[in-house]
């Protein structure tokens, strides 16, 4: 499989659950990304890991826990979610030094209930 | 990071050339700009990036005028398959990229 994947494409999910969103990318990219496209809104960047650290908290609330164990895998843990956070979350890779194009996956729909 | 200015929507026809303009006035000498694509529930893809003068690939062109204030994504004819929203992006390639979109230019082929 290549480029960047994302599972589960679609999500639900009650406001007391937890679950998490996976992303796995095959380029031997070694930065990761989580955005967050709500409806009719720009995408919003959550989260940025480069080298497995976390380099960027996009003053994101700590019902979302992002999760870097290694530099193809890049989890998002959500507990006690609000109806508001249903939108369409992305994964995204790229290089960490050098280079602006970031490899996005397809993103998992979520809808809170 | 450079703001961006894009037209909030564009329509076009079957077989005809599109060109969408992005105004970035206060671009930074090291600043790039950066084109994406994004199709309805999926994620952007990389359509082209230049910093100066003529950029092309197989699929856009990119024009940057000297003052680099302004740039112009040029998509030609351009087919059903063309509509989406198209993001301008602008900043520099150093370190790992934060990318902050805009709200984009949809654009709409019609038959």
């Known amino acids: 499989e290549t480029g960047v994947t994302q599972t589960p494409r679609h999500l639900v999910m009650g406001m007391t659950n937890k679950k998490s969103l996976k992303c796995e990318q095959h380029?031997?990219?070694?930065?990761m990304y989580w955005y967050k496209q709500s409806a009719k809104k720009p995408l919003e960047l959550m989260f940025v890991?480069?080298?497995?650290?976390?380099?960027e908290n996009n003053s994101v609330p700590s019902r979302f826990s992002p999760e870097c164990p290694n530099s193809s895998h890049l989890f998002l843990h959500l507990h006690t979610l609000q109806p508001e956070d249903s939108a369409l979350y992305l994964c995204?890779?790229?290089?960490?030094?050098?280079?602006?194009?970031?490899?996005f996956g397809p993103g998992t729909r979520l809808t809170v209930t | 990071l450079a703001k961006t200015t894009q037209p909030i929507s564009m329509d076009s026809y079957e077989g005809q050339e599109v060109n969408i303009t992005c105004s970035h006035n206060?671009?930074?000498?090291?600043?790039?700009i950066t084109w994406y694509q994004q199709f309805p529930s999926q994620g952007p893809r990389f359509i082209i990036q230049?910093?100066?003068t003529k950029v092309t690939n197989e699929v856009a062109s990119l024009f940057i005028p000297a003052d680099r204030k302004s740039s112009t994504l040029s998509l030609p004819r351009v087919s059903l398959s063309d509509t989406a929203v198209y993001y301008c992006?602008?900043?520099?390639?150093?370190?790992?990229?934060?990318?902050?979109f805009g709200a984009g230019t949809r654009l709409a082929v019609h038959p």
């Open positions: 995204a890779s790229s290089q960490d030094r050098g280079g602006y194009e970031q490899y």
């Open positions: 992006l602008v900043g520099d390639l150093g370190g790992y990229n934060k990318l902050i």
């Open positions: 206060n671009i930074a000498t090291n600043d790039y």
């Open positions: 890991y480069s080298l497995e650290e976390r380099v």
């Open positions: 230049g910093y100066k």
């Open positions: 380029l031997g990219h070694n930065a």
